[in-house]
Nanobody
């Protein structure tokens, strides 16, 4: 059962932008999206950005100044605005969510492909 749903991925040219969205599959879900990770072929999954319920953010060094994570608490949705994309950003992007009991959940992942 899919607990988190990601959208907004796709194919973009280098230098372009994409905006990813993540929300629970059910509006009554207790899962709160908290961040984005990515996994490129042959590599481990890595943190891209995360955001607290209060809005504090953390970014991986490789996306600082290019990506922005934000949250809409009313919609229980987290966004990842990705600008100045390059080929190294090509990966499957995963949304991570958590509950008050510290249980973690992952989305199915969404492909982002940047053509050079």
């Amino acid at each position: 059962q899919v607990q988190l749903v990601e959208s907004g991925g796709g194919l973009v040219q280098a230098g372009g932008s994409l905006r990813l969205s993540c929300a629970p599959s059910r509006s009554t879900s207790s899962i709160k999206p908290i961040g984005w990770y990515r996994q490129a072929p042959g590599k481990q999954r890595e943190l891209v950005a995360r955001i607290s319920s209060g809005g504090s953010t953390n970014y991986a060094d490789f996306v600082k100044g290019r990506f922005t994570i934000s949250r809409d608490n009313a919609k229980n949705t987290v966004y990842l605005q990705m600008n100045s994309l390059n080929a190294e950003d090509t990966a499957v992007y995963y949304c991570k969510g958590s509950t008050l009991l510290q249980s973690d959940y992952w989305g199915q992942g969404i492909q982002v492909t940047v053509s050079s």
